[in-house]
């Protein structure tokens, strides 16, 4: 099921525009203004999602791999673009008359709260608001020649590339020199932060959405006025699962902390289903290896093989076990001692067992980099619960 496929439990609603959003009411501006910014930022989703479907393998084509590069960096340059105009047109409460606080809290105490957090993440993320700045007035819908030679300067040693096909040209380098515009070139660590903070952003700016929306219907009593269609589509190549994740310590082991595994498996609307494994071995480098797998599901259609929640976590599984098998390879073969190559197992355990490692104070770079990392719903939530626990206190009788 695609990103641009009807869902099992799509429901397609016909109203009259002015029973919704009459043009002389100030909340259903606002509400109109929110639900157009949201769809933006789903529509770059599902687009992002077909062109990881059609992702080159790394070092086979590399023609391939300069469009693929580059159709990514498109995308983003959007979804900057958007974020951007969310944080000035909605978020800027200084521009508005009423602010967007005081409208939507005429829809109750879920609203406001899920808008006071979502307005507290972003205030608390300055240096990625800049670079958003930097985006849209520079690169996502400009063509300056100022910016382009202080670019050029930057890259002048860097390998353009060009790619001439029958009937067109992929300039390649103009966004390589796009890419220098915002800000130079940032340090990895610092591209890795922002992108870090620009998912929370958005992910929090879709949970105030799914929250307004049915506050706004609900208080103006518009149900009766809305005609609803359900979807024809069958829940038979993937769906929409119930998303869920899995534990597993890891045994034997030569550490003196045992390392786990989470596996998950979900599907989000407008959106193939996926599936994620993460794996944490509290060792002197506080190992962490974490992976990500959309399936297509166009390519299960008229195959026996059901494409739902459990073949998603088998297959998760089952690559979490290769990389460890990796890992404690590489590890012999580095010691000189491959006849001590061990066969570990997997022991599933309560999702509870998270929870010791946090109050314990153990492993708790890789609980970051797994809240940073995941798309499931229920174990971003139960890693950000856990990290508000303060580590236990221990002491030696």
């Known amino acids: 099921m695609g990103p641009f496929t009807s869902h099992p439990d799509d429901l397609l609603w016909r109203f009259k525009i002015e029973d919704l959003f009459p043009h002389n009411d100030e909340l259903a501006r606002h509400i109109l203004m929110i639900l157009a910014a949201n769809e933006d930022l789903s529509n770059i989703e599902r687009f992002k999602t077909l062109l990881e479907a059609e992702k080159p393998r790394a070092g086979i084509d590399e023609i391939a791999q300069a469009k693929w590069n580059r159709g990514h960096f498109f995308l983003a340059k959007l979804r900057l673009g958007f974020l951007h105009n969310v944080w000035k047109d909605i978020l800027g409460e200084e521009n508005k008359i009423p602010p967007l606080t005081v409208a939507v809290s005429s829809l109750g105490d879920d609203v406001r709260q899920s808008y006071e957090t979502l307005r507290n993440v972003v205030n608390s993320c300055r240096r990625t608001k800049n670079i958003l700045n930097n985006f849209r007035n520079r690169t996502s819908f400009h063509y300056d020649q100022r910016q382009l030679e202080a670019a050029l ?45 620009i998912e929370f952003i958005q992910n929090k700016f879709h949970e105030f959405v799914s929250v307004l929306f049915p506050a706004y219907i609900q208080h103006r009593s518009l149900m ?78 008229g ?95």
């Open 224 to 301: 009766k006025k809305v005609e609803i269609t359900k979807s024809p589509s069958e829940d038979k190549y993937g769906g929409l699962m119930e998303p869920q994740f899995h534990f597993y310590y890891v045994e034997p082991f030569d550490t003196v902390l045992r390392p786990f595994v989470v596996t998950t498996a979900y599907s989000k609307p407008g959106c193939y289903p996926k599936g994620e494994w993460f794996l944490a071995i509290p060792d002197e480098k506080n190992s962490f290896f974490s992976q990500a797998t959309t399936f297509n599901t166009g390519s299960f259609r």
């Open 153 to 197: 300067e930057v890259g002048a040693d860097d390998t353009g590339k060009i790619i001439e096909g029958n009937s067109d040209v992929h300039f390649i380098v103009a966004y390589q020199v796009l890419d220098l515009i915002p800000a130079g070139r940032l340090p990895r660590e610092e591209i890795s932060k922002i992108k870090d903070e």
């Open 303 to 397: 195959s026996p093989i059901s494409l739902d929640a459990n073949f998603i976590l088998q297959e998760v599984y089952e690559q979490a076990q290769v990389k460890l098998r990796q890992y404690l390879f590489d590890k012999c073969e580095a010691r000189g001692r491959l006849e001590l190559f061990p066969t570990p197992r997997l022991v599933e355990a309560e999702p509870k067992a998270l929870v010791h490692y946090r109050l314990r104070d153990e492993c708790s770079q890789q609980l970051t980099f797994m809240l940073k990392q995941t798309e499931c719903e229920p174990l971003r939530s139960y890693l950000e619960a856990i990290q508000r626990l303060p580590p236990i206190v221990r002491h030696d009788l």
